[in-house]
Every structure is written in structure tokens, then in C-alpha cells.
């Protein structure tokens, strides 16, 4: 039994506030005894090895118990009410898990050749202190007691059967261990922290317990934060990793101990780790890296990573390297580092992994070697709207070279990490299959690279309409049109798929819509959906206001989202009913602080369309040169006397963000018309039930 195998037997909000004055596949066979859950929808999925063939007689199991055999197809059934994680495992094939959601049609890909084949799983940034231990937003603090281990394993709770899902589980430790990890941020700095830096910060000690709960093996120290508490506090991380049994390397008490790599056993097989870091602290008195007399973490050189690949590989299969660089919150990376990921590769590393901007950047791979430029985070206290979004990675290597990449996203949930399906999950999927050049492709539900090359991509040439904005259906990308060559503009909804108000992570705890937050004047519900069918699950946003009601009633997502002067973009919701008094608004700031500078405010028209349909509404806008941020709003004031109820029922909300003419790729989910048009539109990976007929749009644009 692997290692992967055995711990998967072990595993087994929108803003809502009153404001005063504003192809058909064959049944699976059920084993007896299996379990279907009651009134669940049926969802038909197919597995298959990494070539694309069926894997006949394996098994998949739910979460909620419910058991499944494949059919000589690769054919399965499931029934599921809400998105899940499930684990498929076959003879000789890398079992796998993955998140799926109801009425898909699922693929999962088992990598076969299993005893030949070894599989590691890396993940992004992680720390949990801070806004851990605070209230944020009503909410009671997540973390109370920083040896308090049950407290910290629940943060990781439902990324932890993808986490243990591999043969091998590393991460990037982006914070010191120590006893008294919380300060208050409004008095001064405690002694024992870095004295200069902006942001200083820890996390408790069973922080380190909590991540080998749940599959973590082995946590990157080669960042610019290990070093916050100074040495006493990496010298309290190690012990901390120690006893909980988690390699650690990127770190030391000086720049050898720094560099030396964690030697790995995994599957047969000999792995060692290594970590650096660009962000040297050179500007301070004190440095975060690593130096003969002094402890910190490896700086990263080229010729220093050069070296420690090439002696590392003496002693090892396989050289994984996490470079830690770039600039926050930028998903493109500088210069700078993508020559560092050159040299770890040319030096002969098999995987190197990116961190520090926070944010999913691209993924790709050359020879044998895949590289993974950010991740984004897998748990972290950050606020900021584009670092909700992240992935994990797993990696699946045979006879010295990279094989296989798979991502899984993850959407974070008040700091936790969710794994997660839908618009969501394409939002990551898209960022790390399109940001780079190379062969990374979309799938299902995420994204993968291949050392082989991939089947053909089907290709549909689509019709469009004139003077109209589209989103494209999970799995397809624009390429581009013939004629009129301009007419066509891609997109990116920067709400990331959050505003068709659907159940998108596989935690049952985390209700609908959890990126925005829901008040006493909304509701999400099914009549509110602009899709006419009846399926459980489908939702749409609900505002009301009575006649006693004296404030206006306002929606809006968490946060503000980041843009640059002069983008062009464009906000649209499908409006089901909306009463007079309606209003959809965008709000413009310097920044991720503060008050507006002033709004762009559209008028929904009065729309009854309850027996069916929606009526689509849309404002465009192009920033203002002083904005930096800008927030969606969705409005709906009181009746002001009389009888009167009013009701704002709308679904679909998007915010797009065009891509200058004549820009095409796959980090783009929406189209936007100036005329009739042809566009040319890809799928790179054949579905369950791709074919001819397979949608490549949404419907065509409500009226």
C-alpha cells in the first residue's frame, strides 16, 4: 500500500447593510450495499489514465458515503446535491482526489504505471496568526489558543484529503512558530519581533501539528517571513516542525545549514527540497537572509542555486525548488525570477514552485520540467479580493522528468481554504492554464500540463450576435475571429464567478454565496435564478424592502477589486424582477482603503419576468485616471409610503475586464461584440460529453 493510499483510508458572504440616505454515457454498475443519497441529482462522469483511455472497474466514493464502480467505458454515477470531493482509485493506476460537482460530467485521469510513478502535492502560502485572533466581520476569532491543535487542524479541514492526497505533501511555511505569536497592531511591537520591517508576524506552534494532520510532509522556510521573530523564533519553528515530524529547509543558522536540502523518501524514491529567497531584507539593519555568522533564510543567486541543484541531484531521483520572489499581488512575474526558475531547471530541478505575490500566477513546463510561477495562498489572513482564488498542485513524475500537472482549485472562505468548482474554480483554473506561454491546458474543473503531447483540441467556429456580452462555458477559450477583426473582445469577470450566487466549494459549512455576505434584507433562492429550469441548487440574489423600511438595502462582495487606469470595463447582472427604486452602481477609490472618490450609477429598469427569462442590465465604464479599486454595488431603496414591496431579484452579476482588441487565450472567460461576428473558440481537453453539440456559450444574452 502507498503512502498516498493509506492516508486516504485515514481521511476518509455578500455584503448586505441598511444605508442611511443612499454525449450520453451508460450507467455504472452500484455495488450492493452502496449508498445513494435521497433526492440527489445524478451526476455521469468517465475515468481515464493518462493517456486517455478508459479505466474500466475502478472506484469512486463520495464523501457522503456513496460507492461506485466504473463500467467497461470508464463510465461511473454518482448523486450528489452539492460540489464534493471524491476519491478514485483503480490496480496499478495513482489513486486521486478530486473536487466535482452536481450535474457535470466529471473526468478524472488516474495516472497509471503506479509503482513506477511517484506523486507530490505543493501548496502556497501558509500562516495562521494575525487577523486568526481576531474578529473580522462579527465573526468570533478562528484561533484562541496557539497550542491549541484542534483549533488549527479545523482551518485545513477540507483541503486535507487533497493535501494528503499524494505520496509526498509540500508547502510554503510563510510565518515563525512561537509561543506568543499575536500582538495588537494598533501598540507597539513587541521586543522580540523584527524591529523594521513593515509587516511582522507568527503563528503558534500547532500550526506545525495541524499541517502534518493533514498530509503535509515537508514546508518551505526560504521566505521573507521566517526570519520575523529573528533567530530565537526560526530557532522555535524548527523545533516546533521537528516534533511534529515536518521536514523543513529554505532556512538555518547559517547560509549552508540554509541551503542543505530535506532528503526525502516517498514511494521508493529519494526527493530532495530546496528553497530561496529574492526578498533579502537588504534595506534593514537586519537582513531576513542567511549568512556565514548569521541565520536567516537562503538567499537566492543563481550561481548559489546552480550548485545546490546540482549537488542535490547526486543525492536524490528528483529536485523539487520553491523560489520565493517576484512582487505581491502582480500574477506576472518579473524578470528577475523567471530567470531564477530557468536556472533551477537548466540545472536539472524536475518541479519548481513560485511564491510571495499571493495571487495564481501561470503554469508551464519545458522537458521534464514543470514550473509553477505562484499558487497563490493556501491559508492566509489576506483581505485582499484577487488573493482569494488559489490552487493546489500536484505533480506526478516518472523516470527522472515530470510527467503530469494537475491543478485543484481552492477559493479561500475567511481565510480557510475551500476547494472549489463552478465559476471559481474556472477563475483559478484559467489564470494558471492562460498567464504564461506553453502547454498548460484547460480541463473540467482545473487546469494540467503534460510532458506528452495533448489530444486534439476541439475547435468550434461560433456565431456572435452584435452588441453582446457572453460568458464562455467551463473547459472553452476564445482563440480569435476572422472577420470583422475587431469585433470581438475578451474578458475577464473580475468577481471570479462569484456572482451566479451558487454553491461552489465542497464544505457544506460554508452556505452560498460566501464571498459576499448575506444580511436580514437578502436572500438567495431559487426563484431568483435566471435559469428556467428546476434544479435543485440553482439560485439567484433576492433584496427587499417593505413599507415600514426607511433605509436603502445595498449587496455588494467583501471586497473591492483592483484595476488600473483606463481599463474598459463592463458590469452586467440579469434582472429577474426589479422594482422602481433599483440600481446598480460602481464605486471608484485610490485604493483597498478609504472613502469613493465617486459612482457610476445605473438605473434598472422596472422588469417583471417571473414566468421566466431574465432582462439583462449592464453599465460600462472605463477607469478613472485617479482609481485603483472599485467596488460593485447592487441597490434597492425603501417605498418611501404607501403599501408598496419592493423586490430586486437578479442573477449572473459579472464584473468584465476587456483585454485590449486583438488579445485571445485561455485566462479569459467572457466575449464582448462591437458587431455580428465569427469568433473561434477551443476546447483543449475532450469532456465527458464533449461533442458537436457541447455549448460553447452561455444563452445568448437575455432581453
Known sequence: MTKASSRLMATGALVVTAVAGVGALTLADRPAGSHR??????????????????????????????????????????????????????PDHKSRVQAIAPRTAPRIELTGQASRTISIRFGGDVMMGRRFYERVDGRPAQLTDPHNVQQHSAILSSVAPLLADGDLSVVNLETPLVDEPYYNPN?????????????????????????KAAGVDAVSLG????????????????????????????????????????IVQAAGRRVALLACTTVDGSDHAIPYVAAAKRAGAALCTPAALKKAVTDAR????????????????QRDQTPESQSIFKVATEAGAQVVIGGHPHVVGGLTQSGGSVTAESMGNLTFDQSLWSTYPGYLLRVDLRDGAALRSTVDPLVMEHYRPVPSVGGVAQSASRLAAGSVAGPARLADNGAQVNASPPPPAMVK????????????????????????VNAVRAGTDLLNGTGSFEQQGTDPGVPPGGLWTLGNYARLSNESRCDDGEIKGD???????????????????????????????SLVADVRHAAKGARLELRWYRGAEGSSLRTTSETIPQVDKSAAGCRRV???????????????????????????????AVDNVRLAQWAPEGISGRQYDMVRTTAAATGRFVRDLPGARASAETPVLEAPEPQ
Open 37 to 90: 443519497p435521497t433526492g440527489a441529482n445524478e451526476t455521469r462522469g468517465v475515468i481515464v489514465d493518462e493517456l486517455g483511455q478508459a479505466v474500466s472497474g475502478a472506484r469512486v466514493q463520495t464523501r457522503e458515503g456513496e460507492a461506485v464502480t466504473t463500467n467497461r467505458s470508464g463510465a461511473f454515477v454518482v448523486h450528489l446535491d452539492n460540489p464534493t470531493l471524491v476519491t478514485a482509485t483503480a
Open 187 to 211: 501598540r507597539p511591537r513587541p521586543k522580540a519581533f523584527h524591529p523594521t520591517k513593515d509587516l511582522a508576524f507568527a503563528s503558534g506552534p500547532a500550526t506545525a501539528k495541524a499541517l
Open 223 to 262: 521566505n521573507n517571513h521566517s526570519f520575523d521573530v529573528l533567530g530565537p523564533g526560526l530557532a522555535s519553528t524548527i523545533k516546533a516542525l521537528d516534533a511534529a515530524g515536518v521536514k523543513h529547509f529554505g532556512a538555518g543558522t547559517n547560509d549552508a545549514e540554509a541551503w542543505k536540502p530535506a
Open 314 to 329: 547526486k543525492q536524490a531521483s528528483y529536485v523539487a525548488v520553491m523560489m520565493h520572489g517576484g512582487v505581491e499581488y
Open 461 to 484: 467556429e461560433q456565431r456572435l450576435g452584435e452588441r453582446q456580452i457572453q460568458a464562455m462555458a467551463p473547459g472553452w477559450w476564445y482563440s480569435g475571429t476572422s472577420a470583422p
Open 539 to 569: 439560485l439567484g440574489l433576492e433584496l427587499l424592502r417593505s413599507p415600514l423600511s426607511k433605509d436603502d438595502v445595498v449587496a455588494s462582495p467583501l471586497n473591492r477589486q483592483q484595476v488600473r487606469p483606463g481599463q474598459s470595463l
Open 618 to 648: 449592464t453599465i460600462n465604464a472605463t477607469v478613472p485616471s485617479d482609481a485603483r479599486a472599485v467596488q460593485v454595488f447592487l441597490r434597492l431603496e425603501p417605498p418611501k409610503g404607501g403599501q408598496e414591496t419592493r423586490r430586486l
